[in-house]
């Protein structure tokens, strides 16, 4: 069981990078004034969000090989929620970088920063407070979801609690067990983690007030 | 075996997948159903006055919330009958998805009932409004096009959670496609089909929902004016 859960929570930190990168590219491609980057990200995400993410997963998985891609399964897994997550979180980047007022794109541009000052110094450091809190939902969400890389044979914390029911039959023993691990990673180290980023991210706001 | 697509036997196969898809619309209704039943339950618990009741509903909604639909699948499914409770898979299913949801739902309503201003409260208790009359004709009002767009979104979630249910033998779609391909070793056009019928159903459903939010906002800013 224990070695499960480092696989979950290797496969849940490999997703989060990558789902983290896809969004920023996805949510700064879904604002861009080109229509065809427009399009081409708008596309991806209906795509990805569109359909299941199981459906992904087995797709990546069995076949893709036929095309000549073999993946590993632990590949597949981080890379199908990977990119499923992108898709949510490039929504996310969107509405966040929106959500910045007005105000401060304009007063940048009358103090005449140059367009990447005016990204680093006063957009950026806001958009983080608003993007955080749903951000860390989807986190948590993402690490729910790592369960179902056990349905493509990754030797993680489900498929373990399922191997164990099949020889045993214990089955509340070792699926309550299951529950109750995924539960603490998420409720004594996942959440408190993406709080203490929230945090920080509201300070460093708050001092730029200041 | 190669990758070419082959029209002949995604045709063959595609009456048997539409079949399954009314399963999975079925399965999503019912879920969604209790879900929305489930959540209201939640939601009482988390309103009550009793602090011991507030407490143990928010431990048992963060649990369910921070699971694995997947584990809990498994749970209801494998260790009930340990009880002397045997449910078929697809009753184990709709009481998961619909707990799992219900949890999500409760969310929503928290929030669409907090994101009535709290003016609005007090106006009703200075023209001494009764607590029901207030909630029927001033709170609720306002609060449901708050709640749309989350509860539209999650009927497409457990749309598209819906496979899950495979796994513990409920035969929707991503049943009948893994039969399918199993049967014939050929996995292209089955899993293909499937993601397409998604996209099919869940993105304008997707769209509907974003209608239907912005409808309710106008007639809510006419009713308000």
Redo the contacts between chains.
């Keep these: 069981m224990l070695l499960g859960t480092v696989t979950t929570v290797k496969v849940l930190i490999c997703a989060t990078i990558l789902y983290v990168i896809i969004s920023i590219i996805f949510g700064l491609m879904r604002i861009s004034k080109n229509k065809i980057i427009q399009g081409v990200a708008t596309v991806y995400i209906e795509f990805f969000r569109g359909t299941s993410l199981l459906v992904q997963l087995f797709w990546f998985y069995y076949v893709l090989p036929f095309f000549g891609i073999s993946l590993e399964a632990f590949t597949a897994g981080v890379v199908a929620i990977g990119m499923n997550f992108g898709a949510y979180g490039a929504e996310i980047v969107r509405g966040g970088i929106l959500a910045v007022p007005k105000g401060q794109w304009e007063g940048a541009f009358a103090l005449n920063f140059t367009p990447a000052k005016r990204m680093r110094k006063i957009i950026i450091p806001q958009i983080f407070p608003i993007i955080l809190p749903p951000a860390a939902n989807l986190t948590v969400e993402l690490l729910k979801a790592t369960a179902l890389v056990a349905l493509v044979t990754v030797v993680d914390l489900t498929f373990e609690a399922k191997q164990i029911n099949a020889i045993t039959w214990l089955s509340a023993q070792c699926f309550g067990t299951a529950l109750l691990i995924y539960y603490i990673i998420s409720r004594f180290f996942l959440v408190p983690f993406l709080r203490w980023l929230e945090v920080i991210a509201a300070r460093k706001v708050g001092k730029d007030i200041v | ?3 070419e697509w082959r029209w002949d036997f995604a045709i063959e196969i595609l009456p048997q997948m539409l079949m399954a898809t009314l399963n999975t619309i079925m399965a999503a209704g019912t879920g969604y159903a209790i879900a929305v039943i489930v959540g209201l339950l939640f939601l009482l618990g988390q309103r009550t006055r009793f602090k011991i009741v507030n407490i143990i509903n928010r431990e048992i909604v ?2 369910i ?8 699948l ?2 209801v499914y ?2 009930l009958p ?1 009880f002397g409770i045997t449910l078929s898979a697809w009753v184990c299913g709709m009481i998961t998805i619909g707990l799992h949801f219900g949890t999500y739902l409760s969310e929503v309503y928290r929030g669409a009932l907090e994101g009535v201003p709290k003016t609005q409260w007090e106006a009703c208790r200075a023209l001494n409004f009764t607590t029901f009359y207030t909630y029927r004709r001033i709170v609720l009002p306002q609060a449901f096009p708050i709640a749309i767009p989350g509860m539209g979104n999650y009927l497409v979630g457990i749309f ?5 249910l495979s ?1 513990i033998g409920v035969a929707e779609l ?1 049943h009948a496609a ?1 039969a399918v ?1 199993g049967y014939h070793y050929r ?2 056009e089955p ?2 089909i ?2 397409i019928i ?2 099919i159903l ?2 304008p459903a ?1 769209m509907g929902i974003r209608k239907l939010e912005s409808s309710v906002n106008k007639s809510q800013g006419k009713v308000k004016n």
Excluded: C, H, W
């Design positions: 075996m190669n990758a963060e649990f919330r921070s699971t694995p639909l997947l584990i809990q498994f749970f494998f260790v340990q598209k959670d819906t496979p899950l796994t991503f893994t391909g996995y292209l899993y293909t499937v993601g998604f996209l869940s993105v997707a």
